[in-house]
């Protein structure tokens, strides 16, 4: 290599063009290969996993005095564990919030990992105009288990929904579930409330 006071010529460089790639690589490698065990950040890191689950979506989609509104109900399974309600309830008023919690209530080593979804009704002050009717929709996120999920839900301590699914033939025994009056807690997140 030349001294640093000495200009680098064309006769200077490698009669091989692809010489210094080895050395580039080289380098790459052991610097990618570092960063990776300081800290797995960028392309290294691993994907983040996050097992609690959550209502990521509750709203009321529509309102209105009882026989208002045509009435509809629905289950259905989204990416990513996200399991989808909607319901038309009766209320007191069309003024009437929703609010909504997750739990799991299986043990974290369970095969099945089964969550329950807690909706509860929240009348207005003063008095209705008339007896309400609401359309809801909620959206969870509950984490899969090894060998399945299945996820209740109840409103104002009520059985309405329940929805499963698993590997294998599995009966996600929803029936069961639904007939069960109270389940212990294991972990909650933070009330939604729908509006």
């Known amino acids: ?12 460089l490698p009669d091989d063009p692809l010489a210094w790639l080895g050395p580039l690589l080289l380098g790459a490698l052991v610097a990618g290969t570092a960063v990776a065990a300081a800290g797995a950040v960028g392309p290294f890191a691993p994907p983040p996993t996050d097992a609690e689950p959550t209502v990521t979506a509750l709203e009321v989609t529509d309102r209105g005095c009882r026989g208002d509104l045509q009435d509809r109900a629905g289950t259905s399974d989204g990416p990513n564990g996200t399991v989808v309600v909607t319901d038309t309830i009766e209320t007191a008023s069309p003024r009437t919030e929703l609010r909504a919690a997750v739990a799991r209530t299986s043990p ?7 969550y329950r979804v807690e909706l509860t009704t929240h009348e207005p002050t003063g008095e209705p105009r008339c007896a309400g009717q609401i359309a809801y929709r909620i959206a969870v996120r509950a984490p899969d288990g090894p060998r ?28 069961h579930l639904m007939s069960e009056s109270d389940w212990p807690r294991e972990s909650t997140n933070a009330t939604v409330t729908g509006r």
Request: proline share 9%.
């Open 1 to 12: 290599m030349a001294p640093a006071d000495e200009a680098v010529t064309p006769d200077a």
């Open 108 to 114: 974290a080593q369970a095969g099945f990992a089964t």
């Open 148 to 175: 399945g999920t299945r996820v209740l839900f109840r409103l104002d301590g009520q059985p309405t929904a329940c929805s499963g699914g698993g590997s294998g033939n599995w009966d996600p025994r929803c029936g």
